[in-house]
């Protein structure tokens, strides 16, 4: 996603009464889809001196697909499969989490099981992967290595989706969804901001359960807060921290502010947002890196057009820890943390998509070494 102007509440509420037809005063949201626009340069040159790591490798880069979102998943031999969502061409892109090469393309244009229309939010839990579909408004879950589908739920609810979190319980699973609808368009075509009011449903969370060999799913409630601090104007990225009861969810409205907004698992507000002080772009894609010790590092992402800054905060205290970038990754949606240790990234690797072309990969050794962070062995 990209930014969107927002219109005062107020001004929003009486156009809706009023059903006028005309461009308001202050400037509407921008209705061209924002996933397919770059983040604005800075107006002033970006002088900060932040770390820059050489990335581990780049994918092909295919600009046709509008590469969004990254997940990984290890098959049963070994092999580390980087799982990408193609925006244009309504498919799954698969490359080796090794190397980057190409593997494979999943899925066709449609609405039936195994197809899709616009993926954006990918996540992948056990040995099954979820994907959020923005036009068919749906989540669909396939299993691996097969890619085979088994449930597709959250069609009657979901508006306009885009990210997604899934927390893994006993019970089952809790997936969040973030979903960006709008109040209509204007006379221009442009989308119309909700008021305050009307954010109450921006991120919603289904509870999903094994039945037998099968998944069931069910609406587990829906969130956000009305108040100016704690609104969550426009959304895509989310996740989430269970041992500290915290959901950090990444603010796209840059004309309000570049920023993450910390919630608590049951969509509390905790009066406490991340990132206004240090981000120079729209906040976007959103990771946290848990160690056995119980701390860590959440890693967000400064989606910069002409490069891409990672800033890390700290997991409990959410102070800012530091920042990195990379020597090409720019404009990144979607980012991905796989903390498993393999023989190419024995403590782990950060996928993140550049310039909707492709992924690169960022070694977490690199990351370490370059904000001199302790040692952190894996849960």
Same mark, same amino acid.
């Given at each position: ?8 509440? &107020? =001004?929003? !509420? ?12 202050? &400037? !509407?949201?921008?209705?061209?889809? @924002? /996933? ?17 790591? #050489? ?10 697909? %509008? ?5 990984? *998943? ?6 580390? *499969? ?8 309504? +498919? ?45 408004? +749906? ?14 739920? @959250?069609?009657?609810? =979901? ?5 997604? *979190? ?13 979903? &960006? ?16 009011? #009307? ?9 999903? @359960?094994? %039945?037998?060999?099968?998944? $069931?799913?069910?609406?587990?409630? %829906?969130?956000? /807060? ?10 895509? $990225? ?18 309000? !502010? ?34 056995? /010790? ?8 400064? #989606? ?14 959410? &102070?800012?820890?530091? !920042? ?11 980012? *991905? ?19 909707? #072309? ?22």
């Amino acid at each position: 996603m990209t930014p969107i102007r927002t219109l005062l509440p &107020a =001004l929003v !509420a009486g156009l809706l009464v009023a059903g006028c037809t005309g461009k308001p005063p202050t &400037a !509407a949201a921008d209705a061209r889809d @924002a /996933d397919e626009k770059a983040t604005p340069a800075a107006t002033t040159p970006d002088t900060r001196d932040i770390p820059v790591i #050489q990335e581990a490798f780049l994918t092909p880069m295919t600009p046709a697909d %509008n590469i969004d979102s990254p997940a990984s *998943w290890t098959t049963p031999e070994g092999q580390r *499969w980087l799982i990408a969502t193609a925006k244009a061409t309504d +498919r799954l892109v698969v490359y080796d989490g090794q190397t980057g090469a190409h593997l494979r393309e999943v899925g066709t244009t449609g609405e039936g099981a195994g197809q899709f229309k616009r993926p954006n939010g990918i996540a992948v839990v056990d040995d099954m992967v979820f994907i959020v579909e923005r036009d068919n408004h +749906r989540v669909q879950v396939l299993s691996l290595p097969d890619f085979a589908p088994v449930l597709t739920f @959250a069609a009657e609810q =979901l508006q306009k989706p885009y990210g997604l *979190w899934v927390n893994k319980t006993d019970a089952g699973y809790q997936v969040y969804v973030t979903d &960006a609808y709008m109040a209509g368009e204007d006379a221009q075509g442009e989308d119309i901001l909700p008021p305050l009011d #009307q954010l109450d449903k921006r991120v919603w969370r289904f509870d999903v @359960a094994h %039945n037998g060999a099968a998944l $069931s799913a069910k609406v587990g409630g %829906n969130f956000g /807060d009305a108040s100016p601090e704690g609104a969550l104007r426009v959304v895509e $990225s989310i996740w989430g921290d269970p041992a500290n009861d915290r959901l950090l969810i990444a603010e796209e409205d840059e004309t309000y !502010a570049n920023e993450l907004k910390v919630y608590d698992l049951a969509g509390k507000y905790a009066g406490k947002t991340l990132g206004r002080d240090v981000f120079k772009a729209q906040s976007e894609g959103i990771m946290l890196k848990t160690c056995a /010790d119980g701390s860590g590092w959440w890693l967000t992402t400064e #989606q910069g057009k002409g490069r891409t800054v990672f800033h890390l905060f700290d997991r409990k205290t959410l &102070a800012h820890t530091g !920042a990195v970038t990379g020597a090409k990754v720019a404009n990144t949606d979607g980012i *991905w943390l796989d903390a498993s240790a393999s023989e190419r990234f024995p403590d782990g690797v950060l996928y993140a998509v550049h310039d909707d #072309q492709g992924v690169v990969a960022l070694d977490w050794r690199d990351i370490a070494k370059s904000l001199q962070l302790p040692a952190c062995q894996t849960p």
